[in-house]
């Protein structure tokens, strides 16, 4: 009778274990993803450059696009906040689509997403920013019945060491704030120097 008793205690343990175990697993993937769109967030995505400056003890090569919806406070004032959601979530879901393998697309904040590229210089961002700016120009959003026309500015920087190691994306940010004040729907890159 003690055998069982003791075999009972330690079956319900296992269990409250396995229960907690659970809830920190969810925790840990709830603190890493954004909940509206189900990309990663930007703790995820500082987290992910951050592995890539230690990686292997190589140079690494990297490239981010900062992709920014123009107008998206009209949409919002529009559509009010949950068909803002709406456009977010199908806007998100474009931008992972074109991403390509191993490639990291993130919500940055608010209406700005980032796309990590891998392995690739800046040379070979720029038509994957071009592709993705089409796209998303090209693509019938919808809230309800009514189509949405939506274009993206699209800010593009390789990533120096440095800049993966302190998650410091500036260069690319400066190129978004130029492509939005050229009007948006287009790409500008940095180039170290200027955009």
Same mark, same amino acid.
């Given at each position: 009778?003690?055998?069982?008793?003791?075999?009972?205690?330690?079956?319900?343990?296992?269990?409250?274990?396995?229960?907690?175990?659970?809830?920190?697993?969810?925790?840990?993937?709830?603190?890493?993803?954004?909940?509206?769109?189900?990309?990663?967030? /930007?703790?995820?995505?500082?987290?992910?450059?951050?592995?890539?400056?230690?990686?292997?003890?190589?140079?690494? %090569?990297?490239?981010?696009?900062?992709?920014?919806?123009? #107008?998206?406070?009209?949409?919002?004032?529009?559509? #009010?906040?949950?068909?803002?959601?709406?456009?977010?979530?199908?806007?998100?879901?474009?931008?992972?689509?074109? #991403?390509?393998?191993?490639? %990291?697309?993130?919500?940055?904040?608010?209406?700005?997403?980032?796309? %990590?590229?891998?392995?690739?210089?800046?040379?070979?961002?720029?038509?994957?920013?071009?592709?993705? /700016?089409?796209?998303?120009?090209?693509?019938?959003?919808?809230?309800?019945?009514?189509?949405?026309?939506?274009?993206?500015?699209?800010?593009?920087?390789?990533?120096?060491?440095?800049?993966? /190691?302190?998650?410091?994306?500036?260069?690319?940010?400066?190129?978004?704030?130029?492509?939005?004040?050229?009007?948006?729907?287009?790409?500008?890159?940095?180039? #170290?120097?200027?955009?």
């Amino acid at each position: 009778e003690a055998t069982a008793n003791v075999e009972m205690r330690i079956d319900a343990a296992e269990q409250k274990i396995a229960k907690q175990a659970d809830t920190v697993e969810m925790q840990a993937i709830l603190t890493h993803t954004d909940l509206l769109t189900s990309l990663p967030n /930007r703790r995820a995505f500082e987290a992910e450059l951050e592995r890539d400056a230690v990686q292997d003890g190589r140079s690494p %090569l990297a490239s981010i696009l900062f992709i920014d919806l123009d #107008g998206f406070a009209h949409i919002n004032k529009e559509f #009010g906040h949950q068909g803002g959601d709406v456009i977010l979530r199908q806007a998100a879901a474009i931008i992972k689509k074109l #991403g390509r393998g191993r490639d %990291l697309a993130a919500r940055f904040c608010g209406d700005t997403f980032a796309l %990590l590229l891998h392995q690739t210089t800046l040379h070979d961002a720029l038509p994957v920013a071009e592709r993705l /700016r089409k796209s998303l120009a090209e693509n019938d959003f919808s809230r309800g019945s009514r189509p949405l026309r939506l274009t993206a500015s699209i800010g593009i920087a390789q990533l120096r060491p440095d800049e993966l /190691r302190s998650g410091n994306c500036e260069r690319a940010n400066q190129a978004l704030e130029r492509a939005k004040q050229a009007g948006g729907n287009v790409c500008f890159r940095h180039d #170290g120097e200027s955009c």
